[in-house]
């Protein structure tokens, strides 16, 4: 993809999620899509696979978006504990992708970070309790830890 349309469509992406945040009532199924749009985006930046890659200006972008939604996600889902109570049948797939990718980013390169492992077990501790609604949980959840014995060896 152009750099130009990269741009665009992240620029796109932050206003639609922008607008998605400021209005009076809140679709959580519009903002995960939104956010998995963001991560998919994102995502083919955060893991380089040739030297110098890493230092990109789309990877730099990709690790200060990670970052801004890290953030988002310990201020709502750790701290304010915001998924007590919900009804995890109104989950959308695009949450779960969305929730996927972010603990396999934590899991690859944050290894050893007290939030980041906080994080990722608040995350998993959700994919757990909505695995009965959705099968793709599982298969996840398999995959992370696929990925962790991979980090390890």
Known sequence: MHDDVWIQLDRTLQSMLAASLNTGSTDYN?????????VALHNPWLYPEGPGESDTDRSQRAKVVIQQITETINTNLVERQCFLGQDFEDVSPWG???AY????????YKR???E??????SLRETLL???????VVGVYI????????????
């Open 101 to 108: 990718h972010i603990c396999g980013y934590h899991t690859r």
């Open 142 to 153: 398999q995959l992370l830890e696929a990925q962790e014995v991979i980090d390890v060896l």
């Open 129 to 135: 309790a909505i695995d009965t609604r959705w099968n």
């Open 30 to 38: 519009q903002i995960t899509f939104v956010y998995s749009a963001i």
């Open 112 to 114: 050893g970070n007290a």
């Open 116 to 121: 980041s492992i906080m994080l990722v077990k």
């Open 96 to 98: 779960l992708f969305f």
